[in-house]
């Protein structure tokens, strides 16, 4: 006599899939959870404290880079740093690099090009000021890089932050609501309408609205995001690329 097969234990958010199975997502979600996989959600989800490592691998510093470097054991081959950016990054108008872009502005305006240390993603503020301010920059288009039927409506989002990062030699995650993290916060705002005529490398297509954290968390009513039509609303007048500075400069710094 055969014995029969043992019964699967499959569980309830478990379903069949072709002779097997295949968990469904709140069960994929329940199975890594009890695991310690944790969801992580930017806004929602609390991060969780985790123990420190005896030893662990630490962020190696990030030098700028001139654009001649080569990329090496290629052969007979011969490109360059420079040749990389102009392959993935010369469509500047596109969502991912606009911001990275709005920022590099910022700093610009700001300092000498000399003086502008490699970009940081992963800070609670983009742009540091000469006096020590902390900046937030935000950018939106009416033109983007793909077909449109209209231009696009312009909101400004992302205003609050949690600090994502851990500290203490990555020895905690410090617990913190969703805030925000800047002391000024530059609406930056490729403005052109024209498609045949657009140039982003062009300062005198782009306008910049300069607003205090407090004046922004008024404003939003202690949002997430804020709408141009909000601002034109309270008569909130955007600045050229050349009047950033003072402008930054003139808000007072906070306690």
Known sequence: MVAKPARDQRTPSQSHSSGSYRETGMGMAERLYRNGWEPFDYLKVSVVQKPAREHMYKRIPVSKLTGTEQF??????????????????????????????????????????????????????????????????????YIQD???????????????????????????FPRSPADYKSDIYVLALFKHQDHATLDILDMNQWCFYVLSKDRIKELSKNGNSISLIRLEKFDITPVGFTEISKTIADIPALN
């Open 72 to 141: 090496k054991n290629v052969g007979s081959k011969k490109f360059s740093v420079q040749e990389f950016w102009s392959y993935g990054f010369s469509n500047l108008n596109s969502n991912v690099l606009r911001g990275a872009l709005a920022e590099f502005i910022v700093e610009n305006a700001l300092r000498g090009s000399e003086q502008i240390d490699v970009r940081n993603p992963w800070g609670d503020s983009d742009v540091i000021a000469p006096d020590g301010k902390k900046i937030e920059v935000k950018c939106c288009s």
């Open 146 to 172: 793909w077909d449109q039927n209209d231009f696009s409506k312009i909101l400004w989002s992302g205003l609050k932050a949690k600090t994502l990062y851990w500290s203490s030699a990555v020895s905690d």
